[in-house]
């Protein structure tokens, strides 16, 4: 089966791995949990079950996105805040097991960022399908951004990108990542859950807190989604500036929110820089599928 290839969107808290055919379509997908608290042994178990679950007979190539930051050449995530996980050979670790447990010979691994890879599936399978210059955005409980260029991932040195790291408010609030003011610490759902529970002393998740800042405009909620948007807006207004892409893709859960991307979008035309062209922002398409699709994508 050398037209389908795997790919595995290993999350925090999920494991979502599919067989992807050759115009992007998930023909078969498994969901577990990632069971990360359990060790690294787990869940390189855990991946290669996936993956078992869903393979033919066999494939040769498995693309594996994953959240931190992540040295490609090596198949090494360097650091992973969300797994916890620091210098962790992952590639190496999940072929000894696929050769152990599946009897696999003469198949390939290849590992990105999930950022990166929700990018690279939106310029060749989605929204951003024939574009050039595209950005993805993955708005989540922290933000991410990939970079994709003539349908290839930016990776600078070795990380870029980092979009969710850029400074907003020097000085401003403090980051999960330790440092202070980065567009992470406003414009996330974990921000905006963080925000509304220092506010009002209630916890919610974002999507609730959406809720009551819809049904009334006095509320902190209200306020809390509008600082999101306002800062958002001026964290696309600097990717552009720097990159002129022609494209902006959002993705993740909290894309889902008009009233956070409607308001980004004002703040975005305030604040950008003299263009010779639009740079469009639009919200994915590809749906709960894009971290597999992007998984795959890597794996050419
Ligand atoms: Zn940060």
């Not at 620091?86 to 950022?115: G, H, M, Y």
């Amino acid at each position: 089966m050398i037209d389908q290839i795997i790919g595995v969107d290993l999350g925090a808290t999920k494991i979502a791995t599919g067989l992807v055919n050759q115009k992007g379509k998930v023909v078969k997908k498994v969901k577990i949990a990632t069971e990360a608290e359990k060790g690294i042994d787990k869940v390189v178990e855990n991946v290669v079950f996936s993956i078992e679950q869903v393979a033919p007979e066999k494939v040769s190539k498995i693309g594996l996105a994953c959240a931190g930051q992540i040295d490609i050449k090596k198949g090494v995530i360097v650091y992973s805040p969300n797994l916890k996980w620091k210098r962790i050979p992952l590639v190496r670790l999940v072929s000894q097991k696929i050769e152990k447990e599946l009897a696999w010979e003469d198949f390939k691994i290849f590992i990105d960022n999930d950022a990166n890879c929700f990018a690279l599936a939106e310029a060749i399978y989605g929204v951003a399908r024939g574009k050039k210059y595209v950005v993805g955005l993955t708005l989540g409980t922290g933000i991410g951004s990939g970079i994709v260029i003539n349908k290839k991932i930016y990776h600078g040195q070795t990380f870029a990108s980092e979009a969710g790291h850029m400074i907003v408010e020097p000085e401003g609030r403090e980051c999960a990542c330790g440092r202070k003011g980065h567009l992470e610490a406003y414009a996330s759902g974990g921000a905006i859950e963080r925000k509304y529970k220092e506010l009002t002393g209630r916890k919610k998740i974002a999507t609730d807190i959406e809720i009551e800042a819809l049904q009334n405009k006095e509320s902190e909620a209200f306020q809390i989604y509008q600082e999101a948007g306002k800062y958002l807006g001026i964290g696309l207004a600097n990717i552009a500036s720097i990159l002129d892409p022609e494209i902006i893709v959002l993705g993740g859960g909290l894309a889902r929110s008009d009233l956070l991307i409607d308001k980004a979008k004002v703040e975005f035309e305030k604040e950008i820089f003299f263009r010779d062209k639009a740079t469009k922002i639009i919200k994915t398409k590809l749906g709960d599928d894009a971290g597999i699709i992007g998984a795959a994508c890597i794996a050419k």
